[in-house]
């Protein structure tokens, strides 16, 4: 028994399969027992290189010392034993004399495994062909059967050639079709020839190797399905290889109709083309193609809307018969979003209303003409004979979604487990403001109350962390690492610190050195951000060594950080009793935290901050009756491609504060500052915006190159906090519209998405400048900074909530900056997305019953042409005008 132990420990495989072939089941069942005490104790730190020199051969012998089949599926599959793993070959032939029932069990369970366990295909593969069980079709078996496939460069044969010969290839071709996101890797092959899945599967249905009607049947149904895009390019380009012939097409017209209908933008065109040549050769009735029309015709894709049109009229104008069923269909576009398609829509029916056999028809395409937007259904009042327009005032009300309410933290966890468990999670996941602040403040009354109980709770946590490693041969330690040049990387790794602390894990003269060294100016525009909250990190670790506190001063009331002045006083009056030293750091954030903008409550906790009689009471009862708190001055500077503010000095928030806040009230400049840093982290922006929560624009400031970048580097996650900014308290000037603004016109969906909810989060609490934003965009649109078109999107999503008075409050500011160039004879090309940008400009109007003047507007709609541009300018300008309801 110990000689297997010791073969294993050595990494001699070879010698380990020697003494475990001449075992016998109870023997080897007599070894798992040291072979699993092995495994933990190299789990401790399996990168040494004992650890990977053994980890190969105690994964071929725990696979063979053990019974259970589950057990040995689990033992093969583990994560701990997946980077160094004993070779396929080596495994099959140790378990090879086993019985093939039992072989199909461990298989079968082993391909149950998620894709991520990479249980190799070989070994897999391998206990199939010796039990003679039915292959297993699960996601895990299917991806390493492709990838298998597909390594033909190591075999020199092609796709084709392997798949021929494959004994299992009706069962697994057939579970490819029904497999998750397979796609991606049957794309790494060719897309052509050969060596090409989408060909050679094609190939095998001409040659009656496989079925061909059961895998094109699989083959739809897959793209039916949906899924990634990766999915859908690959499925699509197998389906076009098929080359099916028209009988076969006719005989999936139900599927063509599904996936013209509902399918993603690739497949639903090619099923419209197909449909589009069945219905031209007469295969298709009046009925379906009505049918089809009213699902496509309401797809946001333009390009699949104009091509239905197209094919509806060229029906029509063939066959004049199929008028009373076709024109209604094409009169279901009235109610398009996008006018392009209303107009394409009138003017289909307008050509060819003549055909229309009965009165009911008519009507129904006068009524539809209801839908139309202002301008067309006063021409559609012509044509069609369709109620006037009416010219009664609009009477609108403007929708926006509720303000958020600020949500009041819970207390720090009473259990030491509780808030273990909750550490844990943070680590993790790094959470937002609540949570942080609540784990931040539940350690340091833990620690304060019973260190020895907190550790006890906190071990599993920490087992795991690098810095909780006490191998002499790291020679790189938790005190270099903390106090390294990048700072802390985030809140995470803050707590990190402090889990280090408790652990004996830094020197008390590294936390006191660490604690005090923040006395620079700063090297970046995010510095005293990331500054003053790390001295409050370093100053908390530094006190839970030397001198616990019961409990932090500077814990927020409110998930936005803001804290409450009656709950400041009473824990200072708390500490008053308890005689405990207030940390200056601590009172500091405490100070900057507590809400001043209410005079009245900051007046009454005011005069009880004084009844207190200690030199932080005074302190605190002269900062809340100084007022509001101060905004600096600020200044626009325009910095190459993008607009950026630079603010004065905060003198408020210099005088008695401790060295690592005073940068804050520091100017911001626009060229002075290094803005290369180590300041990453997405997650921390939200923890700055706590750090001033009545001051956004200061932290605004800090934070606007950030914000740009999604906008005029393409950048993605920087603008996920702006909800937050916009939810946080002070005044919302220059800074934080400029950063809306940006979101605004950000290359990623998700980061425009966050913007107009910061957007809308502005409006509900009216503090959002219409006016301001307005211009902010178009200046920023002339410079090249914020694309027109990427700032559509942002407009109809914010539309599309209600919002139209807000949206037209804006782009009547943004549009004349946008048209200037256009106004005058030689001018440049429009940029690209202003026409739809009036088209929402248009819709918003017509909603809201504006009336006034555009500059520039007129010169642009009185352009020669029909062009999308000018056709919204003159939409714009008549409704303008006129004043029409909607």
């Keep these: 028994m110990s000689s297997l132990v010791d073969e294993v420990r050595a990494g001699r495989t070879a010698e380990a399969v020697s003494l475990l072939d001449g075992m016998t089941d109870a023997e080897r069942r007599a070894c798992f027992p040291e072979l699993k005490a092995l495994r933990k104790e190299l789990r401790a730190d399996q990168w040494t290189a004992q650890a990977r020199r053994a980890y190969p051969t105690l994964h071929a012998a725990g696979a063979a010392c053990q019974t259970g089949a589950a057990g040995v599926a689990s033992w093969l599959a583990a994560s701990d034993m997946r980077w160094w793993p004993a070779s396929p070959g080596v495994l099959i032939d140790l378990l090879g004399d086993r019985a093939p029932g039992w072989l199909g069990d461990v298989v079968h369970r082993l391909a149950e495994r998620p894709v991520s366990s990479r249980v190799p295909y070989e ?8 039990s003679g069980c039915p292959v297993p079709t699960t996601e895990a078996y299917v991806h390493g059967w492709v990838e298998h496939i597909g390594h033909v460069w190591q075999h020199g044969d092609t796709v084709l050639d392997r798949l021929r010969k494959d004994p299992h290839l009706g069962r697994l071709a057939a579970a490819l079709f029904q497999t998750n996101d397979i796609g991606g890797r049957l794309a790494w092959t060719a897309t052509e020839g050969p060596d090409s899945w989408t060909e050679a599967l094609a190939r095998l249905t001409v040659e009656g190797v496989l079925d061909r009607r059961a895998t094109v049947d699989a083959c739809l149904a897959r793209l039916l399905r949906g899924g990634p895009a990766a999915d859908h390019r690959v499925f699509l380009r197998m389906l ?15 599927d063509w109709l599904a996936l013209a209908s509902e399918a993603a933008s690739v497949v639903a065109a090619h099923a419209q083309s197909v449909l589009a040549s069945l219905a031209l050769d007469g295969e298709l009735t009046a009925r379906q193609l009505a049918e089809l029309s009213g699902a496509v015709l ?11 049109l197209v094919l509806l ?38 050509r060819h209303v003549r055909k229309a056999g009965t009165a009911e028809v008519r009507e129904e395409l006068a009524t539809a003409a209801g839908q139309l937007i202002p301008t067309l259904r006063a021409r559609a009042a012509q044509s069609l004979g369709a109620s006037p327009v009416a010219a009664e005032p609009v009477t609108y009300e403007e929708v926006l979604p509720p303000a958020p309410q600020p949500v009041r933290l819970a207390p720090a966890p009473d259990s030491a487990t509780e808030l273990a468990e909750e550490i844990g999670a943070l680590l993790a996941t790094e959470g937002d403001v609540a949570t942080f602040e609540r784990a931040l403040d539940g350690l340091v009354r833990h620690a304060y109350r019973d260190r020895d109980m907190l550790m006890e709770a906190l071990e599993p946590v920490v087992a795991g962390r690098w810095w909780n490693q006490r191998d002499p041969r790291h020679g790189f330690g938790a005190d270099d690492h903390f ?43 995010h510095s005293p951000l990331a500054r003053a909250f790390e001295t409050r990190i370093w100053e908390v670790a530094y006190r839970i060594r030397t001198e616990p506190l019961p409990f932090l001063l500077s814990t927020p009331t409110w998930g936005t950080g803001l804290l409450e002045p009656d709950e400041l006083v009473a824990r200072l009056d708390e500490y008053r009793y308890l005689g405990a030293r207030v940390s200056d750091a601590d009172f500091a954030q405490a100070l900057l935290r507590v809400r001043r903008g209410d005079r009245a409550v900051a007046e009454a906790a005011a005069r009880r901050a004084a009844e207190l009689g200690t030199p932080e009471g005074t302190r605190l009862s002269a900062w809340l009756v100084s007022g509001a708190p101060a905004v600096p001055a600020f200044r626009r500077r325009t910095a190459q491609d993008r ?7 905060v003198p408020e928030l210099q005088g008695d504060f401790p060295s690592g806040f005073r940068p804050l009230g520091r100017p911001a400049s626009v060229y002075r500052d290094r803005w290369h840093c180590y300041h990453w982290s997405d997650g921390m922006r939200q923890h700055w915006l706590a750090l001033l929560p009545e001051q956004r624009e200061v932290v605004a400031v800090r934070m606007l190159r950030d914000f740009s970048s999604v906008a005029v580097n393409d950048s993605r996650g920087d603008a996920a906090v702006l909800p937050l900014l916009a939810e946080s308290g002070g005044e919302a000037g220059e800074a934080v519209h400029l950063a809306v603004a940006y979101g ?31 211009a902010d965009l178009g200046q920023l649109a002339r410079l090249g900074a914020v694309k027109p078109s990427r700032l559509v999107e942002s407009m109809r999503t914010a539309v599309a909530t209600g919002a139209n008075a ?22 440049a090309a429009p940029a690209r997305g202003l026409a739809d940008l009036l088209a929402v400009a248009a819709e918003c109007a017509e909603r809201t019953g504006a009336r006034e003047e555009i500059p520039h507007l007129a010169r642009t709609a009185d352009r020669r042409g029909s062009s999308r541009l000018v056709t919204q300018a003159r939409r714009l300008r008549g409704t303008l005008a006129q004043g029409v309801a909607a």
């Design 313 to 350: 009229g060229k029906v029509i104008a063939r066959d004049a018969s199929t008028a009373d069923e076709l024109l209604p269909a094409v009169a279901q576009a009235f109610g398009h979003e996008d006018s392009d398609v209303q107009e394409r829509a009138l003017k289909l029916v307008e």
């Design 643 to 649: 607009i950026l503010v630079e603010s004065a000095e």
């Design 483 to 525: 106090t390294g040049n990048h700072g802390l990387f985030n809140a995470a790794h803050g707590l990190e610190l402090l889990l280090a602390t408790l652990r004996g894990n830094l020197l008390t003269t590294t936390l006191d050195k660490a604690r005090r060294r923040w006395t620079v100016t700063t090297d970046c525009g």
């Design 240 to 254: 076009k290889s098929f080359a099916l012939t028209r009988e076969e097409e006719r005989e999936h017209l139900a």
């Design 806 to 827: 807000t949206i037209w409050g804006m782009l009547r500011h943004t549009l004349p900056a946008l048209l200037a160039d256009l106004a005058s004879e030689g001018s």
């Design 298 to 308: 309401f797809r946001t894709e333009k390009k699949l809307v104009r091509a239905q």
């Design 744 to 774: 605004l016109g950000a290359r990623h969906p998700e980061d425009r998405l966050a913007a107009v909810d910061a957007l809308l989060v502005l409006a509900a609490r009216g503090q959002l400048d219409t006016a301001r934003i307005g």
């Design 123 to 130: 070994l897999m593969a391998g206990l199939v062909r010796l």
